[in-house]
């Protein structure tokens, strides 16, 4: 009688570590426990994109892959499309959204944000050949624009005839060929584009705004949100953020007065 107590006290002290890592996986709000899902387009250089080997790749990617590493969870993306992104994140698809998405205050009603994580702007891209040399010059010429993106209301609110699109690169190849005048994006997802895809395009110097990109969470998951700004400021005090968005975009984009997370 005595052993099988023993053995019964021994199951139940092995089963301990478990018990807590459950117990601390539930305070993070997680939708499957030692699991963080991040949703992501896959599509959007050098956001995320695919590496020569197939694999997930780009500056979201591997800031959320690091912040998941220190929280001691497995990493999961989920591809999704950019118009049904936060629509996704309301049905609890996924726990967070690592897209490269613009703090602003019509979404920071609907979602909660991380701190901000990355610190960009709107700028202008253009053919080679362009006569449009400064933000206002796009009045009355057609503007491409990612779809359901705070782009649009910027090339709206510059007088643009905006043509939108499911795809960055999309409306950057139809820029190539002629068919609209320009296409407002990111400042860092411009260059980059400019850089790798050998098209005559460049971007007008002059910015149109200055924005910060937050991961966003559903709202009620105050913990979560805790845990990622934690893991996010240490990384980037270790000096592990620099390294890993350097090495991709050869600057280091970490906001120098990020944009907190405002209570639900």
């Known amino acids: 009688m005595k052993l099988k107590m023993l053995l019964m006290a021994l199951a ?17 709000e997680l939708l ?8 992501t387009e896959g599509t959007y ?19 959320m892959k690091e912040i998941a590493r220190r929280l001691g969870l497995n990493y999961r993306p989920v591809l999704v499309k950019w118009e049904s992104v936060l629509i996704g994140l309301e049905a609890d698809q996924y726990d967070i959204i690592s897209d490269g998405m ?15 994580w990355l ?30 993106s705070s782009w ?15 795809s960055e690169s999309d409306a950057i190849q139809d820029l190539a060929n002629g068919n609209i005048d320009a296409v407002i994006t990111d400042s860092i997802a411009g260059a980059y584009d400019i850089k790798t895809s050998g098209l005559p395009l ?3 110097e002059e910015p149109i705004s200055s924005i910060q990109k937050g991961f966003a969470v559903k709202k009620g998951k105050p913990h979560l949100v805790a845990a990622v700004n934690k893991a996010l400021a240490d990384m980037i005090a270790d000096g592990t953020y620099a390294k890993l968005t350097i090495d991709l975009i050869g600057v280091d984009p970490a906001p120098k007065d990020p944009i907190r997370t405002l209570a639900d």
């Open 12 to 28: 139940a002290m092995a089963l301990l570590p478990v018990a807590n890592a459950a117990k601390a996986d539930d305070k993070l």
């Open 32 to 39: 499957v426990p030692g699991e963080i899902s991040v949703a």
């Open 45 to 63: 250089p050098p956001f995320s994109m695919r590496a020569p080997n197939g694999d997930l790749d780009g500056l979201e990617i591997r800031v």
């Open 102 to 116: 613009d703090i602003t205050s019509e979404r920071q009603k609907k979602v909660t944000f991380a701190d901000g």
């Open 119 to 148: 610190e960009s702007g709107g700028r202008i891209i253009v053919h080679d050949g362009s006569n449009i040399t400064k933000p206002t010059d796009v009045k009355g010429r057609t503007v491409g624009a990612l779809v359901a």
């Open 152 to 166: 649009t209301k910027l090339a709206e609110g510059l007088g643009g005839d905006v043509k939108t699109y499911k």
């Open 202 to 204: 460049k971007m007008v």
